[in-house]
T-cell receptor, first 110, second 114 residues
Framework: QKEVEQNSGPLSVPEGAIASLNCTYSDRGSQSFFWYRQYSGKSPELIMFIYSNGDKEDGRFTAQLNKASQYVSLLIRDSQPSDSATYLCAVSGGYQKVTFGTGTKLQVIP | EPEVTQTPSHQVTQMGQEVILRCVPISNHLYFYWYRQILGQKVEFLVSFYNNEISEKSEIFDDQFSVERPDGSNFTLKIRSTKLEDSAMYFC????????????FGPGTRLTVL
């Protein structure tokens, strides 16, 4: 069973702080790694993807991948109240299904 | 910006009835997917579709489910005889043939089975 594990939270951070979200996965054959943001009652929105070990930055978001440790993380700098949502870690082995974690609920406190 | 669309946004049906959920994937995408999310639970893969055939399906996708691409734009999920436990949000997603499988999700259809 391919699993993606996340701490369900909630993770509370003050506005302007860095939010750090973590994820581990079980399938060593995973090739693509995604972070989706999901607001309550809405669909998952793709915010970051990463395929190679190391860091990938896009605006306030940085994704980090360590395939040896089977670990993916997402850093959100200068957190805003609008970042309050559930963040879903997801992995894929190619042009196949994406396996999602249960998500981490982030609360940014003004 | 291109987006995946889904209709209806909310479908209420009686147990045992058939429902068809519709999706229009992003126009240049060639891989299509259905996922579901039961309230309070994680997003679960149902089926992937490429080149007019199912490429992968999960254990959830049993004989009660079917998918079809009836024309050049629509992608449908049919549930033949709905059960109470089919109540969930159903998301359609699509991805390009080239690239690394970034999947873009539609807004979802909330299915309520009474």
């Amino acid at each position: 069973q391919k699993e993606v594990e996340q701490n369900s939270g909630p993770l509370s951070v003050p506005e302007g702080a860095i939010a750090s979200l973590n994820c581990t996965y079980s399938d060593r054959g995973s090739q693509s790694f995604f972070w989706y943001r999901q607001y309550s009652g809405k669909s998952p929105e793709l915010i970051m993807f990463i395929y190679s070990n190391g860091d990938k930055e896009d605006g306030r978001f940085t994704a980090q991948l360590n395939k040896a440790s089977q670990y993916v993380s997402l850093l959100i700098r200068d957190s805003q109240p609008s970042d309050s949502a559930t963040y879903l870690c997801a992995v894929s082995g190619g042009y196949q299904k994406v396996t999602f974690g249960t998500g981490t609920k982030l609360q940014v406190i003004p | 910006e291109p987006e995946v669309t889904q209709t209806p946004s909310h479908q209420v049906t009686q147990m045992g009835q058939e429902v068809i959920l519709r999706c229009v994937p992003i126009s240049n995408h060639l891989y299509f997917y259905w996922y579901r999310q039961i309230l309070g639970q994680k997003v679960e893969f149902l089926v992937s579709f490429y080149n007019n055939e199912i490429s992968e399906k999960s254990e959830i996708f049993d004989d009660q489910f079917s998918v079809e691409r009836p024309d050049g734009s629509n992608f449908t999920l049919k549930i033949r005889s709905t059960k109470l436990e089919d109540s969930a949000m159903y998301f359609c997603a699509s991805s390009e043939a080239k690239g690394t499988n970034e999947q873009f999700f539609g807004p979802g259809t909330r299915l309520t089975v009474l």
